[in-house]
């Protein structure tokens, strides 16, 4: 099965529209509820609160956002001012809005738990809907782009009915709120990390919109492909964040910062090591992978090593964001997203128009960059943590 480059570039623009989408309809829940059921050290009736209370209000937000996109579709027909792909494939975008939202959310809330559930945390967030899609299309010989999306709703409703069915198996949580920590005190503590997950998506999907406007879907799916290779590297930091993150909370909260300062150098050494690994050999072999999804793709491989460079610089320092929102640095990171998003779109919208795919390719690496310096220095002045320390 061979989408081509256009329709190709249709799918990858709906999946971002709806990350873009779940940073709204999670209210930030993602990170916060990591942090806390980590800090919780098998608290369940407190844990079952916020597990509970959390799907209760993402329920509400997704519901609230559905009826905004609705309603924006049929004004935008009136007036005649949609957006083309928007206008196309918004059932499905109102269809899997909520357990796309739920899949992420299970996720965080598996990681939580340290080790014990990291695999199953990490199937939800990077490969178990895609898996399941893969073996659709071939075992159906799917040729067209509706019968990728019903693949992608399929795909998506799977993977949360058995989340859920593994969350009530594995981890003793009731169907009864216990009134240890109210609606109100969620949304206080998710609102700064809300706000840092809607900036950091709306610079995300902020390439491929600009890109809809100035150039063609090709050039959406060109540049969607290059990001996608180099998420390759992003694989192995999520792996060790996941499994870190957890206990940056825990040890903070318990003011072990000697051990802490520890893990992160452990950390920051795998990451730099396995990073370099991928990044030697993305740039070695850059034009042989770009030719698995068509030889159009290989005349980029430029482009994807100015990604790489940028995905390289983002694992070996990424760690800084993780540790400010674990030790209460929320708005920190917050204030570095929105300053980061800020320049890097002011670039975006001087060079996109110019030269799309490259326009994109440096506004997406600028912000990595500054995001993560940013992070790392305030994580050095907030907590004397030096988070690129490698000795």
């Given at each position: ?97 909520f357990p796309f ?61 058995v989340s859920c ?150 694992c070996i320092t ?74």
């Amino acid at each position: 099965m061979r989408l081509g480059a256009e329709n190709s570039g249709y799918y990858f623009f709906v999946v971002s529209f709806l990350l873009l989408l779940t940073s709204l309809s999670s209210l930030g829940l993602n990170n916060s509820v990591l942090k806390e059921v980590s800090i919780s050290s098998g608290n369940f009736k407190r844990i079952t609160d916020i597990f509970l209370k959390s799907i209760v209000l993402i329920l509400f937000a997704s519901l609230a956002l559905m009826v905004f996109i609705y309603c924006y579709i049929l004004i935008a027909n009136k007036f005649n001012f949609s957006h083309y792909i928007i206008q196309s494939y918004y059932g499905t975008i109102l269809l899997s809005l909520f357990p796309f939202t739920l899949m992420f959310f299970l996720a965080s809330f598996f990681q939580a738990f340290n080790n014990k559930y990291l695999l199953w945390s990490m199937i939800m967030m990077n490969l178990g809907y895609q898996l399941i899609m893969i073996i659709l299309i071939f075992l159906f010989d799917l040729n067209s782009l509706d019968s990728i999306f019903y693949s992608f709703n399929f795909s998506v409703f799977f993977i949360v009915f058995v989340s859920c069915v593994f969350c009530f198996k594995w981890i003793p949580i009731s169907f009864s709120f216990n009134h240890l920590i109210s609606f109100k005190s969620l949304l206080v503590l998710s609102y700064p990390m809300m706000l840092a997950h809607i900036v950091s998506q709306i610079n995300n999907f902020s390439g491929q919109f600009l890109i809809s406007l100035y150039s063609s879907s090709s050039d959406i799916s060109f540049f969607s492909v290059l990001v996608r290779i180099s998420i390759l590297m992003g694989f192995i930091f999520t792996a060790i964040a996941k499994v870190v993150t957890p206990k940056f909370a825990l040890l903070y909260k318990e003011n072990k910062i000697k051990q802490l300062q520890s893990l992160v150098t452990f950390s920051n050494r795998i990451l730099f090591f396995l990073s370099f690994c991928f990044f030697v050999f993305i740039f070695v072999f850059g034009k042989w992978l770009l030719s698995f999804f068509g030889q159009e793709f290989v005349d980029l491989n430029v482009a994807l090593n100015i990604v790489i460079f940028g995905q390289f610089l983002a694992c070996i320092t990424g760690l800084s964001v993780f540790i400010l929102q674990m030790t209460g640095g929320e708005k920190v990171v917050r204030n570095s997203i929105i300053i980061s998003t800020i320049i890097s779109l002011t670039v975006g919208l001087m060079l996109i128009p110019k030269n799309p795919i490259y326009g994109a390719v440096i506004m997406t690496t600028l912000n990595l960059i500054l995001m993560n310096v940013v992070c790392c220095y305030k994580v050095y002045t907030r907590t004397n943590i030096k988070a690129f320390s490698l000795i």
